[in-house]
């Protein structure tokens, strides 16, 4: 599905990332962990096309596709989705209007009429209910006063209504309260297909718990320094960062 | 010159296009009347309203400016009777060479009444816009209330933007406000549309409409409000130029 390969990316002018491989297949959950600062938010950005960040060297395939040729949105209809780890706030944009103009430009990418009143709003009260999104949300402007927490499950509610076939979670567990965790961690993994795949950014045990991730892998200073299984996650929960840098 | 006299007790809506040249408009408002007025700068021109209005008197109007040419708005309102509201609001939305100038003046002359000034203007290209806006209190309009916004967007480089609230207060017992802001689209907000598969055309599109939502609001009849809407789209999507939305054919 995705094969990052020598990646090397810098942000105003600072080498942040200086060498990043990974592949990661079809099926496959994948956690990246990493010290703060370590150039997590960075590599998912670079993952969907944010200009502000500059790819100096280095390659990016998606299902065949040179990804780095691809403007963000073209990115998005190819399957790529970000949960943001701090989601922008579009005031008077309505969560409804918003989310028919992705869908509506996705349908249109693939050669689709736009769909149809009836079944967009079914579409989302089905998504809301897998996420346990409320639907006063759906006629605010896109994050308009939402708490930390809503903001996140609001994430997920998105995944899940575009049904991406990769998806990065940068840190969605923080600001979710114990119950929203799981609440969105079950909508999450009931989206899961043998086609779908996820990056998921984490600081946290039960994160790790959730995801049941196949593999993980730790970020220092702009490489990958150790991959594993989930047993490197809880080893890390355990023991720090410390023991790995040295 | 245009008169409008609203009578006691009646309540009125109107829509007005204006086209090239001048106009002259003359409101009154006698007491418990109101009017809701809402215009569109179709073209360049001079227009001068003044408005008085009497006792519990209420004026709404949302002027809507499209055109590509030169316009001049000179806006003067009179509260005279005790308890008038009056609430002025517009949306600007400068392409090409516009130059709009819009020219507020508010006197309370009476205690007790209300005024708002909501003016919003999304510039491209290399149009302009001037917001100017004087709220005049008499020494004898105690408990007045009056709040001026005035936000402006540039969405490019070339465009220019000037917005000058004016206080000018003579007595003691009141709430002024007034507030300007000058801005850029929001990149993090663009960004995160993208990344949805918003286009950045279309991402672009929303944000603007967003932008001078809160001044359609205002249009509190519902099949005005939509007319609005669709001429604020059309003119963001570059499907209006000069007087296409004029129901006689254009001379072009
Ligand atoms: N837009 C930006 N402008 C300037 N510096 C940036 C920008 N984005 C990231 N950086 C810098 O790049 C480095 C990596 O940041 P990044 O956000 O990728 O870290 P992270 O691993 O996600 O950290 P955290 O765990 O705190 O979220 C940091 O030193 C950060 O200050
Ligand atoms: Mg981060």
């Not at chain 1, 209504?161 to 114990?178: A, C, H, K, N, Q």
Request: glycine residues 8%; aromatic residues 6%.
């Amino acid at each position: 599905m995705l094969e990052i390969k020598d990646l090397h990316v810098a942000v105003e002018g600072k080498a942040i990332l200086k060498g990043v491989n990974l592949t990661i297949r079809d099926g496959e959950v994948h956690v990246l962990m990493g010290p703060n600062g370590s150039g997590k938010s960075t590599l998912s950005n670079v993952l969907v096309g944010n200009p502000r960040y500059e790819v100096t060297q280095g390659s990016i395939v998606f299902n065949g596709k040179d990804l780095l040729a691809l403007t963000p949105e073209d990115r998005a209809h190819e399957g790529i989705f970000m949960s943001f780890q701090a989601p922008t706030e579009i005031p008077g944009v309505s969560m409804t209007n918003f989310l028919r103009a992705a869908l509506n430009a996705k349908r249109k990418y693939f050669g689709l009429e736009p769909l149809p009143a009836q079944e967009f709003l079914k579409l989302l009260r089905e998504k809301r209910q897998l996420v346990g999104l409320d639907a006063r949300f759906m006629n605010r402007g896109v994050n308009e006063g939402f708490s930390g927490g809503e903001r996140k499950r609001n994430e997920i509610f998105q995944m899940a209504v575009l049904e991406p076939l990769f998806s990065i979670l940068d840190e969605t567990d923080s600001g979710l309260d114990v119950d929203a965790l799981r609440t969105v961690a079950e909508g999450f993994q009931s989206l899961r297909t043998p086609q779908t795949s996820a990056l998921v950014i984490t600081h946290y045990q039960r994160m790790l718990d959730y995801m049941k991730p196949d593999f993980v892998h730790v970020l220092a200073d702009g490489h990958i320094i150790r991959d594993g299984d989930v047993s490197l996650g809880y080893e890390i929960e355990e023991k720090g960062f410390e023991w790995l840098l040295q | 010159m245009d008169n409008y006299y609203i009578p006691q007790d009646n309540h009125l809506t109107r829509f007005v296009q204006l086209h090239g040249g001048e106009d002259e408009i003359a409101l009154t408002l006698e007491p418990d009347s109101r009017l809701d007025l809402y215009c569109v700068e179709q073209e360049g021109g001079r227009r001068t309203v003044t408005v008085n209005l009497r006792e519990r008197a209420a004026l709404n109007l949302v002027v809507l400016t499209l055109h590509e040419g030169e316009s001049h708005l000179r806006l003067h309102v009179k509260l005279l009777g005790e308890g008038a509201e009056v609430s002025l609001n517009g949306a600007v939305i400068g392409s090409g060479a516009m130059k709009s100038e819009q020219d507020l003046l508010v006197e309370h002359c009476v205690p007790g009444c209300t005024s708002t000034m909501l003016f919003k203007q999304v510039l491209g290209e290399d149009s302009s816009g001037y917001l100017s806006g004087r709220v005049l209190v008499d020494s004898g309009a105690q408990q007045t209330a009056s709040e001026q916004t005035f936000a402006s967007l540039l969405t490019s480089p070339m465009a220019r933007a000037q917005a000058l609230p004016q206080l000018e207060i003579y007595a003691d017992d009141v709430k002024c406000n007034h507030g300007t802001t000058v801005g850029k689209l929001d990149e993090a907000a663009l960004f995160y549309m993208r990344q949805r598969g918003i286009p950045e055309a279309e991402a672009c599109l929303l944000l603007q409409h967003a932008f001078v939502g809160d001044v359609l609001q205002h249009i509190t009849d519902e099949a005005h409000r939509a007319r609005f809407t669709a001429l604020v789209e059309q003119k963001f999507r570059g499907q209006i130029s000069r007087c296409n939305v004029c129901k006689t054919p254009c001379k072009q």
